[in-house]
């Protein structure tokens, strides 16, 4: 059944590497121009009527982010994620509110957690779950949790641990 | 007073504010028309930690902006540190009021991407504590719905009964609310000696309980005067508002993630999704008070086919060097709000890349509430919203 | 009508008036069940302080702190629990390797001052420390294998007449499946006696990154494919997955990284850049493990190394008393050849005594290091052990590895219950099943079964090819007839070492038994051969009331400033030790010299 699916899809639009099959979920890859077209093709015509998520990774090692959009045909009970790289630096996406209204709100959690701009999305520049933020966006990679708590927050003294090894070394064979 | 009529935006308007070109409102708050109201956080009639900042005209909402935020953990973020067997203990504090189906989902994800297989006895073990949290969680609610509209007794009758399953889970998983149960491979412990039997004398308990809720609540003109017509869902708009769960089935569509999607053993369990046609506040309630009831039925059921013996635990490498090779995932279950899902990209290292929590909350509380509550009376927006039974943990994590 | 029924039927609960309240009177005494996780509960003797609980602590809320010294397998670290930071999910109970740690089903705890909830359990006193009930983990939960990792082996026919080697090697999906149930705690490394980096090296099978695993072993023992296959592995009874499972085959997981590179690539991994050559000589009697442990450090300091050797290839015990089938000649080969390259010169054929005298060398060279070893066998000088057909086992096993015939009778009686015993057992066997097409050997020694001092493996092994082992007899007399050997005769013993540990037999004469042979073969010890050492050198070493030679326990050197000793003629004997030995002599032979210029 994903078969027809896809050379459906090919048809008119370029598809990429197609990884993760199982019985009911695959992941595809599609080009940036061409994504919000695909997942309103599928939408209105291959009955993928059901947007289940819209996320982003963080591959900061290739540069790039990976937005994946989880679409959901409920008649056929399949699951197909368009999986879209754009590059970190700049990062911009065309809207898709046209198509479904609540990924408005998806949109606007990524403006404010990636950093990644959907223009004439609405309300996206509204901050959406922080307030007062003056960091880099925290979902990032090179945002360092730790570091950020250890600037911010009182720490408790008193803690420190004892390696086994060198304990042991210390107390058996110190002079070998 | 009800309204039966629906809102729309291009009828008699004198009275409201004028549409600007891009389709938002003109709302002039100079103009000495318009009151801006917080409702919530710290609120008896929010379903959690959210506001709803509303701009009323006299009586009615014209506008309504969802703000949440006040329970931000950073999960997302912080399970990107840790081994996928330290993220256990953190998972289940994501969505609070229902914590085993966000271990459950987290477990068949590691599963799925690393090939692990869970034994019988196991997923009947995890069936089972998905069934009580969903009873739990419906327990729940209905104290909320009924607490919502002034009905105070109702919540204290089902907070008792609610207590009953902590108890009961409380003895077999060895915490009350966080139960840290199901780990990759299976769940962590048997039933102890004597479990059946104390269920069962906690179920008849409850279904005494409920005969009383359905006279209070579903035979109570009072509830019916302030419930039926009101907060409407079109059918239209399921699809492009991502609305799942109990809202969705309340319109007429009949979308169950335990049928679709079968996971656990709910293929061998016998039940039937309930649908309505109304789609009001009625509609929605008297719809989970069914699924309640199903739920205990379904607990007689698994109870009563689980085999005695067998392995609750698959035999998995060791833990604390697992190394998942890279890919991706999607699992989903039925909660007593939807479709829950969650989303994990693996890669190859000893850490997850990215866990995303798809709640069904994100899309109900934010896009679809702010369209529910416009035209809605003041008064009406507590129970529109526990209608919807949104849970804001689940909104921002 | 509809309507009074709806403003009429809410009113019919009013019966829950009648009822009695569902609230608890008194809440603060409320037991929890029995399975709630509540406050930590440690037994102190039964944990080793292995820091697994503080490796899955995801809110780091376990440190290690020191509670006692450390012994061996026991790092004498206990954990402390920050209950500021614990969220008691009772994973650490689940993972611990002991199975010491649990928890309690305590929940209230009033203090005023907030630091002591720090509190290591256990050793703080509290008030839960006798509860029962609690948290523990579930029989048929386990976050890591137990099991081992079987390696495949020859089969009993397929092995009993020949000498090709038993053991086969781990391939890569076994390897890496028993490398991961490795928990990288630390404690292997002080029982082993050279302190190999064995988490270490197992990561490195994990990651398949095995140059770097060889290059971590070399940094303390050059004898890799060797110590692979017959080493003690002392640091297996000590792994704490050994405490509730089977322990890691850590001696395996060294000859898999071993076995997975070729000889020709050692030179690229493991040549140590720029070496600042030394203009001093050492020169090493006895190429052993030990000599050629201290040949290896010795030439990666830049000094030049001569090494004499009596028999005419090196391997010293490992060639010469260790049988084939237990570690092949061209294994020995792959680890010699690799230290030999390194530029040291090798005589063989040489001994020390007759073709060069200690003068001499100690005229030639700057220093010299003994590691000759025990080649001498110990007799029971029991009446008949004068017979020809009586042998000492390790000449037999030298005899053998050299190829030159030995008598091969078709009845043997083998006296003694080690390791060597084994060995001369085992590969008589075989040679009875090539000769005759039957196995007759018999193995004696004076322990029980329970208390023989060879491996369990070996007694097993040698069973399953054809050889009798019959325990706790003790030898009296061998009998003659005609000039032939008829057998031993025997009488039961008791028991072997008193109460103070001393070795003390008892026996019970009136309890005999014979066994038929015509060989006699004797392997109750063995002893060194220091001849070559002249009077006026002998005078001058200090030694100790059993008139064993003293030396500096770090460096191994004598009270003679240029001669240091080591090998099995100082402790052991096993290989490892002499490693260790030899390792620790050239950091000393090194810092002397250092010193001295």
Redesign the interface.
């Known amino acids: 059944m994903f078969e027809e699916i896809i050379e459906n899809i090919k048809v008119k639009f370029f598809v990429g590497e197609i990884s993760g099959k199982s019985k009911n979920l695959l992941f595809m890859t599609v080009n940036k121009e061409q994504a919000v077209n695909i997942i309103q093709y599928m939408n209105e015509n291959l009955g993928f009527k059901h947007l289940v998520l819209l996320t982003a990774v963080d591959f900061i090692e290739e540069g790039n982010f990976q937005l994946t959009y989880l679409l959901n045909n409920p008649e056929k009970k399949i699951d197909i994620g368009v999986r879209v790289l754009i590059s970190r630096e700049n990062a911009t996406m065309e809207t898709a509110h046209h198509i479904w209204q609540t990924i408005s709100t998806y949109q606007r959690e990524l403006k404010e957690m990636f950093g990644i701009d959907f223009p004439d999305s609405p309300r996206v520049n509204e901050p959406f779950i922080l307030e007062g933020w003056h960091e880099i966006p925290p979902y990032r990679r090179d945002f360092d949790t730790k570091a950020f708590a250890q600037k911010f927050y009182h720490q408790r003294e008193g803690r420190e641990t004892i390696d086994p090894l060198v304990h042991m070394k210390n107390n058996l064979y110190p002079n070998e | 007073m009800s309204k039966t009529e629906k809102f729309s935006f291009d009828g008699d308007r004198s009275l409201y504010p004028d549409k600007k070109s891009d389709g938002t409102l003109d709302i002039d708050l100079t103009s000495h028309k318009y009151i801006k109201l917080w409702h919530g956080p710290n609120h008896p009639g929010i379903t959690g930690n959210m506001s709803v900042e509303l701009t009323v005209c006299g009586d009615e909402v014209v506008e309504a902006k969802t703000h949440v935020g006040y329970l931000h953990r950073g999960f997302e973020k912080l399970m990107e540190r840790r081994k996928y067997i330290q993220n256990f203990p953190l998972v289940c504090r994501v969505s609070v009021p229902e914590p085993d189906y966000n271990e459950f989902n987290y477990a068949t994800c590691i599963e799925n991407l690393a090939g692990i297989t869970v034994p019988e006895k196991g997923l009947w073990l995890r069936t089972l504590v998905l069934e009580m949290a969903r009873l739990q969680g419906y327990l729940m609610w209905i104290g909320g719905m009924a607490g919502a509209l002034g009905f105070g007794t109702v919540g204290q009758w089902s907070n008792y009964c609610r207590d009953l399953v902590l108890d009961r889970f409380e003895e077999l998983t060895g915490a009350r609310i966080y139960h840290i149960y199901i780990l990759q491979g299976g769940v962590r412990n048997d039933l102890p000696e004597g479990f059946s039997q104390r269920m069962d004398a906690t179920l008849k308990e409850i279904q005494g309980f409920m005969k009383d809720i359905r006279k209070v609540l579903f035979d109570n003109y009072v509830f019916k005067k302030r419930t039926v017509g009101l907060g409407v869902i079109e059918k239209e708009w399921i699809y492009p508002y991502g609305i799942v769960g109990p809202n969705a089935r309340a319109a007429g569509v009949s979308n169950d993630v335990r049928k679709d999607y079968p996971y656990g053993k709910y293929s061998e369990l016998d039940f039937e999704i309930k649908t309505a046609t109304n789609s009001d506040i009625f509609a929605r309630a008297y719809l989970r008070y069914e699924e309640l009831l199903t739920d205990i039925d379904l607990i007689k059921q698994i109870l009563a086919k689980m085999p005695k013996e067998g392995e609750f635990m698959a035999k998995i490498s060791n833990v604390m060097n697992l190394l998942i090779p890279s890919g991706e995932t999607y699992v989903r279950s039925e909660c007593t709000r939807g479709e829950y899902g969650y989303y994990m990209v693996s890669d190859g290292s000893g850490f997850p890349r990215r866990v995303n929590v798809r709640g069904p909350s994100y899309t109900h509380a934010v896009a679809l509430l702010e369209k529910m509550l416009i035209n809605a009376n003041i008064s009406d927006v507590a129970q529109i919203m526990v209608s919807l039974h949104t849970y804001p943990p689940e909104i921002e994590r | 009508m509809a ?1 009074i ?3 009429l ?2 009113f ?2 009013w019966k ?1 008036f009648f009822k009695e309240p ?1 609230t608890i009177k008194d809440p603060l005494n409320r037991k ?6 509540g406050f930590h509960q440690n037994v102190i003797d039964k944990c080793i ?4 609980c ?6 780091e809320a376990i ?4 509670v006692a ?2 012994k ?1 397998g026991d ?3 206990r954990p402390r629990v ?1 209950y ?1 930071r614990c ?5 650490c109970v ?2 611990c390797t002991t199975g010491s740690l649990k928890l309690s089903n305590v929940f209230t705890w009033v203090d005023t001052n907030p ?1 002591n909830f ?1 509190f290591i359990p256990g050793v703080d006193k509290k008030p839960w420390d006798n509860v029962t009930d609690g ?1 523990v983990k ?1 029989d ?6 137990l099991e081992k990792q079987q390696m495949q082996h020859l089969h009993p026919e397929e092995r009993e007449n020949s000498f090709i080697e038993i053991m086969k090697g781990y391939s890569r999906e076994e390897a890496m ?1 028993e490398a ?8 292997c ?2 029982t082993c006696p050279a ?1 190999m980096g064995i ?1 270490e090296y197992i990561k490195t099978i ?1 990651e398949d990154n095995l140059e770097k695993g060889l290059k971590i072993m070399y940094e303390t023992n050059p004898l890799v494919e060797i110590c692979g296959r017959i080493c003690t592995h002392k640091c297996e009874t000590v792994c704490s997955i050994g405490h509730r499972g089977e322990p890691l085959s850590i001696r395996w997981l060294k000859r898999y990284i071993a076995d997975q590179i070729p000889a020709t690539e050692y030179s690229r991994i493991l040549k140590q850049d720029s070496v600042e050559q030394k203009n001093k000589k050492i020169a090493v009697i006895g190429a052993g493990p030990a000599g050629l442990s201290a040949t290896y450090y010795l030439s990666n300091l830049g000094y030049k190394v001569t090494i004499f050797e009596k028999l005419p290839a090196a391997g010293g015990m490992m060639r010469y008393g260790i049988p084939e089938y237990r570690l092949p000649y061209d294994q020995i080969d792959k680890d010699i050849d690799y230290i030999l390259s390194l530029g040291a010169v090798i005589k063989y054929n040489t001994t020390v005594g007759k073709d060069v005298t200690l003068d001499e060398l100690h005229k030639n060279f700057d220093i010299v290091y003994i590691a000759t070893g025990l080649h001498e066998g110990r007799s029971t000088r029991i009446p008949g052990t004068e017979h020809s057909s009586v042998y000492q086992s390790i000449e037999l096993l030298r005899k053998i590895t050299l190829n030159e015939p030995i008598e091969v009778a078709e009845k043997i009686v083998v006296i003694g219950g080690g390791n060597v015993a084994m060995d001369i057992t085992r590969s008589l066997a075989r040679m009875q099943k090539q000769k005759y097409g039957k196995v007759q050997i018999i193995a004696t020694s004076l322990e029980s079964e329970d208390i023989m001092p060879a491996d369990r493996e070996e007694i097993v092994e040698a069973r399953e090819e054809g050889a009798v082992i019959n325990p706790a007899w003790g030898p009296r007399e061998i009998v003659i007839e005609n000039n032939k050997i008829k057998g031993l005769k025997v009488v039961k013993c008791l028991s072997v070492f008193d109460e103070d540990k001393r070795f003390n037999p008892k026996f019970d004469e009136s309890i005999e038994n014979f066994f038929e042979a015509d060989m006699v073969v004797e392997s109750i010890g063995q002893g060194m051969n220091l001849s070559f050492i002249t009077p006026e050198l002998n005078e001058k070493l200090t030694k100790d009331h059993r008139g064993r030679i003293l030396v500096d326990t ?1 460096t191994y050197q004598s009270s003679i400033p240029w001669l240091f000793f080591g090998g099995d003629i100082i402790e052991g004997p096993d290989v490892i030790h002499g490693v260790a030995n030899g390792h ?1 002599t050239a950091k000393g032979i090194d810092n002397y010299l250092n010193l001295k210029s």
């Open positions: 309507i029924k709806d403003i039927t809410p019919t609960v829950h569902v929890a069940a029995p399975r709630y996780r302080g292995c820091g697994t503080e490796a899955i602590c995801e809110n440190d290690l702190v020191e010294k450390a061996n790092s004498g670290l920050d500021g969220c008691w999910c009772a994973l689940d993972v630091d720090r948290y579930a048929g939960l386990e976050l890591y294998p499946a991961d149930r490795c928990v990288s705690c630390g404690i490394v002080a302190h988490p994990r770090l620790k």
